[in-house]
C-alpha cells in the first residue's frame, strides 16, 4: 500500500518512508530519518534527524522520537536513534539519540514505552522490554530483554538491568540488577527470582530451581559477594543461565543491587 500522510503534516523529502507508512496531522519527519514498513506515526509527534525506526512502529500523539541529547557535551554532532520493529511508544515519550562517545542509542524489537517514558542518550534496550509510565533512563542505560519496570522510576545513568529482571513502580535504581529477579524497596534490593516470569517465558523447572540456587548463595548465605560467586561456581551447575548471573556480575561497575539484611 502507498504512504498516507495528512495533509497537515510536514514530512521532509529526504525522509525514507516505507511501504503503508501513514503519518497522522501536524506530525513532523525531519530529513535524516528512516522509518519501516507499515510504521504508524501518530498526530504531533516529531521524529527527529538520526531516527531509524524499523517495521509497523505505532507512534503515539506528541511523542519525541530521536530528538537531541540531553548533555551540555553535545554540541550537535550526527548521531542516531535505531528502533526495532513494532515499537509501542506512548503519548510524551521522549527517546533520544546518541552522542560522539557511541554514537547511538540502541531499542530492540517489540518494546512498550509508556505515556511520558524516557529514554536517555547512549542507551541500550534489549527487545521486549517494557517502560510504564514516566520511567525515565539516564544516559549509557543496559536493559536486557524482557525487562519490565514498574511506572515512576528512575534508572541512574551507567546501570545495567539484567535479562528477564521485572523492577516494581516508584523506587530508584542506582546499582546494577542482575538478571531474572525482582526488585523493590528502598533502596532497591533483591526480592526474589521472577519465577512466574520465567516460567511464562519457557525457563524449565531445573534452570528454575538452578538459579533459585545462585540467588540463596548470593543474597541469603551471608557471604560478601566473591565468596557467593566462587561457591557458585563450585556448587552449582553451569547452565547458560548461570554462566549470564556470573557474567553480570564479572562485568558490573556500579556493583549490584544488596538483598535484605537477615
Known amino acids: ?32 530519518v528512516s522509518i519501516g514498513d507499515g510504521t504508524w506515526i501518530g498526530a504531533h509527534a516529531v521524529v527527529h534527524n538520526g531516527a531509524r525506526l524499523g517495521r509497523e512502529c505505532k507512534i503515539h500523539q506528541a511523542a519525541a522520537v530521536g530528538g537531541p541529547p540531553q ?11 535505531e528502533v526495532g520493529d513494532r515499537a509501542v511508544v506512548r503519548e510524551f515519550v521522549t527517546l533520544n539519540r546518541g552522542t560522539v562517545e557511541t554514537g547511538k542509542t540502541v531499542i ?9 517514558a524516557h529514554v536517555g542518550h547512549d542507551c541500550v534496550v534489549g527487545e521486549n522490554a517494557i517502560l510504564a509510565n514516566c520511567v525515565a533512563l539516564g544516559g549509557h542505560v543496559t536493559l536486557g530483554k524482557w525487562v519490565i519496570i514498574g511506572g515512576l522510576t528512575p ?10 529482571v521485572m523492577i516494581g513502580g516508584g523506587f530508584r535504581v542506582t546499582k546494577d540488577v542482575p538478571p531474572y529477579i525482582l526488585a523493590g524497596d528502598a533502596p532497591l534490593m533483591f ?9 511464562r517465558r519457557g ?10 540456587k545462585t540467588y540463596r548463595l548470593l543474597y541469603r548465605s551471608n557471604l560478601n559477594v566473591t565468596q557467593a560467586v566462587a561457591r557458585i561456581k563450585e556448587e552449582v551447575e553451569q547452565t547458560p543461565e548461570v554462566q549470564n548471573v556470573l557474567k553480570f556480575i564479572a562485568g558490573s561497575e556500579r556493583g549490584i543491587i544488596p538483598g535484605h539484611a537477615h
Open 203 to 212: 525457563f524449565s523447572a531445573h534452570s528454575i530451581e538452578l538459579l533459585e
Open 1 to 32: 500500500m502507498p504512504v498516507q500522510i495528512d495533509q497537515h503534516a510536514v514530512v521532509s523529502p529526504k525522509a525514507s518512508l516505507g511501504e503503508n507508512v501513514h503519518v497522522g496531522p501536524f506530525a513532523i519527519i525531519e530529513d535524516d
Open 155 to 164: 534508572v541512574h545513568q551507567f546501570c545495567h538491568v539484567g535479562d528477564h
Open 108 to 116: 530492540g524489537n517489540d518494546c512498550l514505552f509508556m505515556a511520558y
Open 71 to 81: 548533555d551540555l557535551k553535545y554540541k550537535g554532532e550526527p548521531t542516531v536513534l
Open 191 to 199: 526480592e526474589r527470582l521472577n519465577t512466574i516470569g520465567l516460567r
